[in-house]
């Protein structure tokens, strides 16, 4: 049987973590099948209202963003340090409350190796650290004002780049495949057409292209880019219609899921949404968190089934599958449909 995929056991890439806040320090260990020393760490606070954190090894630790915040990076004492299997806790109230229970997300680039790359023309410099394996690129860069490209190290065009201005109140500006559309992480608009953000420019195996608004490319402001490029049995981005019942649309990855983020795209005022192997052990999936929103976990709503080779809705609902609603979405896999000797994995 041909090989599925180069990645058997994704957990050496991805993984999710639950733990409980001590208000003090303390290190949280991962649980996978491999040891996982994460260069991404995403952190949400699951029992109350709490902003979402992401720290990663480019910029280091204790330097974090609020993915549901049009904020600038901060130094605060939140994830003070990546671990051979995890990641170091400070006292840091968003990431690490006494008694709040958590909900980390980790993906593993290079562990914290970054390549240079010199300012040229209106290219903007900086910094990458690239897993080509699993796909996923932290990518540092200056603006220089002016149309350019970065380079992003992963060799193949990513499918899904999050950029975000370090320096000032910017919008999250997300490329989703659409090189004339863009995203905002921290908001619940529907898709813009808008080629101030990408130059209408798909990206390259080498380099995605950014244009002149200031949440992309401002001169002599910095930047952090995540890029992820699809990768067989691992993990998979793309879109599907809705078909407004419980009996919903089937989306098929070609692995069983361990994260899923799922957006309209069509309507305003429609979350990001995000489900997870570890909060949710069995079927149906319905404990939610929202990338835009402080708001604590919620539960109240069967969004979807985890199967061995995707997702399948379970509801008429905005956020997930309205009638000919088109939807985006960015999934991680729990193991592969077929590993590379040829093995399925189980059903839930």
């Known amino acids: 049987m041909a090989a599925y ?21 303390q290190n949280i260990t991962n649980d996978g099948n491999s040891d996982l020393k994460p260069d991404l760490v995403w952190t949400k606070c699951r029992s109350g209202a709490s902003h979402h954190t992401n720290v990663d090894s480019s910029r280091g630790a204790g330097i974090q963003f609020y993915p549901n915040l049009a904020n600038a990076e901060e130094t605060v004492s939140g994830v003070s340090a990546f671990l051979t299997d995890g990641f170091s806790l400070g006292n840091n109230g968003t990431a690490n409350s006494d008694g709040a229970t958590y909900v980390a997300w980790q993906w593993k680039a290079n562990a914290g190796t970054t390549v240079s790359v010199t300012e040229s023309g209106n290219n903007p410099g900086g910094t990458h650290q690239a897993n080509t394996t699993s796909g996923f690129s932290i990518v540092t860069y200056t603006g220089t004002g002016a149309t350019g490209t970065v380079t992003h190290g992963l060799g193949v065009a990513p499918n899904m780049i999050l950029v975000r201005n370090r320096d000032v109140g910017d919008p999250w500006a997300v490329y989703y495949g659409d090189a004339t559309d863009y995203l905002v992480l921290n908001d619940t608009a529907a898709t813009v057409d808008n080629a101030a953000w990408w130059n209408d420019t798909a990206p390259s195996s080498t380099v995605f292209t950014v244009n002149t608004d200031h949440s992309v490319n401002a001169d002599a402001e910095t930047y952090i880019a995540y890029c992820f490029a699809e990768k067989q049995g691992y993990s998979k981005f793309g879109s599907y219609v809705g078909n407004g019942n419980a009996d919903g649309a089937f989306i098929y990855t070609g692995f069983k899921p361990a994260w899923i983020m799922v957006k309209n795209i069509t309507d305003s005022g429609v979350s990001w949404m995000i489900q997870d192997h570890k909060r949710d052990i069995d079927n149906p999936v319905h404990h939610r968190l929202k990338a835009n929103d402080s708001a604590a976990e919620a539960s109240n709503i069967n969004q979807m089934d985890f199967l061995s080779n995707g997702f399948k809705c379970r509801v008429n609902d905005s956020s997930w599958n309205l009638s000919g609603k088109t939807y985006i979405y960015m999934a991680f896999a729990e193991h592969p449909f077929t590993t590379s000797t040829g093995i399925p994995t189980t059903a839930r």
Request: glycine residues 10%; aromatic residues 14%.
């Open 5 to 25: 995929t180069t990645i058997d056991d994704p957990s050496a890439y991805f993984q999710t973590a639950l733990y409980t806040g001590n208000g003090s320090t």
